[in-house]
């Protein structure tokens, strides 16, 4: 019999099986797993983790571990038991409650979403932790806090902040609808951006995003800012030119908005943020990276550099990286583009100026990993061509690419941003820990790439065997293809 068919038949003969002994009661107990509890620990074989409704009440070797009586014994010999794994860098538009279960079929139990409509995004929370809707814990910000010319651009997700005042009462408003924290964005000005910070430091509200674009990383992560998303800021930080680079920028952000004044378009502001990180990136120093890397490794900052989505942008020439096989669960509202299409005919030498620029992304977080710098894994889903859940997988996979061991990988799915997030219940196995966990038929240490391999998911104690997961996609399948 397969270990999956040994396993299902012990759940089968459970009651008959199940004995009391001299430990706590079970709901369900996993035997003969080799465990990856996401702490330093590595892989310990031949371990029972027993669960009594949402919290892990015991774990010991198989046959050590005393345990009173048992509902459902699962036999997971050959398999690997890890955390439930997180997704930091989510925007659930488009998706909306069609993305909750394709993130719980590949194993993602939290999802961090980094702005959005408030009341969509509370409403799925609200829907999931009350058990009306079955998905992965939503984290909400809310609209992200940026500067007027983008919230005037964009509208929805947006929330104006020109100045330090305008700053506190955002954060105060979205204290009180009860966000899980917020999000800054690039163009934010500074004395909004530093009134935030301290706002949201006294209402105890993680603040996380981009590094502004006037204002040097140092700056942002000495003024507080919690996880930095993407890339952007970096090369600057990385340059001995940062100073006057930020400088520069600012002044050139200044002058154009006071010029258009309400005819203000994003184009140049972005094009103007582009043009100052190339400028950093020319100006690349090993030995101010390195510093760099090692100020930021001492502090309290984590880093979400979504690597899955600037490698797609930046390889979206090729027709294997612009479209996975995943894609047919994406239903066409859901299909968002951002950057550059790609062209239709592309030439080797776009295919080698893609290839480039991915090898140039990585590179501005190479002594970040030396350095023993906090990452965390995010997506930016759904950006194309990424897919709920699906696109966590190949971050790991990108994660690992760029310098983290598998375990460390695996940390920046789970125990690391549930430390960033202020999350204690979750993000280990470990006792009194919420039993938000993922068992799986391959070892993802031996190669990350077997995260992929999910056979059961528990999600606050409830178990989604590989049957229930199954009907899962082919629902979202078959929702996508009538759209």
């Given at each position: ?234 090369a600057i930080a990385n340059s001995p030119r940062g100073p006057t680079i930020v400088a520069s920028l600012r ?233």
């Amino acid at each position: 019999m397969s270990a999956m068919g040994r396993m299902w038949a012990a759940v089968a003969l459970a009651t008959a099986a199940c004995g009391r002994g001299d430990g706590p009661a079970a709901s369900v107990a996993f035997e003969h797993v080799t465990l990856i509890d996401g702490t330093d620990r590595g892989a310990q074989a031949n371990m029972t983790v027993a669960l009594d409704g949402e919290r892990i009440v015991a774990i010991g070797p198989t046959g050590k571990l005393k345990l009173g009586k048992v509902a459902n014994r699962i036999d997971a010999t050959g398999m690997y038991l890890i955390p439930g794994l997180w997704d930091l860098h989510v925007h659930l538009f488009g998706y909306k409650e069609r993305a909750l279960p394709l993130f719980l079929a590949n194993g993602v139990t939290t999802i961090r979403d980094v702005g959005g409509d408030l009341k969509e995004t509370g409403y799925l929370r609200q829907e999931v932790r009350f058990g009306r809707m079955l998905g992965p814990d939503v984290l909400i910000a809310g609209p992200v806090l940026d500067a007027p010319v983008v919230a005037n651009a964009i509208g929805a997700g947006r929330y104006a902040t020109p100045t330090a005042e305008a700053g506190r009462a955002a954060v105060d408003s979205l204290a009180r609808a009860g966000v899980d924290f917020l999000k800054i964005h690039s163009l934010t000005p500074p004395a909004a951006y530093f009134a935030i910070l301290d706002q949201a430091r006294q209402r105890g509200l993680p603040v996380v995003g981009h590094i502004p674009d006037a204002i040097s990383a140092r700056t942002a992560i000495d003024s507080g800012l919690r996880t930095v998303e993407h890339d952007w800021g970096l090369a600057i930080a990385n340059s001995p030119r940062g100073p006057t680079i930020v400088a520069s920028l600012r002044a050139a952000i200044d002058r154009y908005v006071a010029t258009a004044g309400p005819k203000a378009k994003l184009g140049p502001l972005f094009q103007a943020r582009i043009s100052a990180n190339d400028s950093g990136a020319a100006a690349y120093d090993s030995a101010t990276a390195a510093e760099f890397a090692r100020y930021a490794a001492e502090r309290d900052v984590w880093f979400d550099p979504t690597l899955v989505v600037l490698h797609t942008q930046a390889r979206s020439n090729e027709p294997e990286v612009r479209n996975p096989p995943e894609l047919k669960f994406a239903p066409k509202e859901a299909r968002y583009e951002d950057g550059e299409p790609p062209k239709a005919n592309p030439t080797p030498a776009d295919i080698a100026a893609g290839r480039a620029r991915w090898e140039a992304a990585k590179h501005k977080f190479r002594e970040l990993v030396r350095a023993k710098a906090k990452f965390l894994a995010g997506t930016d889903v759904p950006v194309m061509p990424l897919v709920p859940g699906f696109s966590l997988h190949r971050e790991l996979e990108l994660l690992v690419e760029l310098g983290l061991t598998p375990l460390e990988a695996l940390q920046a799915a789970s125990r690391n941003p549930a430390q960033a997030m202020g999350k204690s219940d979750r993000g280990t196995i470990e006792v009194d820990r919420r039993a938000d966990l993922v068992l799986l038929s391959a070892d993802p240490l031996a190669n990350i790439a077997n995260t992929r391999t999910v056979q059961v998911v528990v999600v606050r104690g409830r178990l989604l065997e590989r049957a229930t997961l199954d009907r899962l996609l082919q629902d979202a399948e078959l929702y996508a293809s009538q759209r």
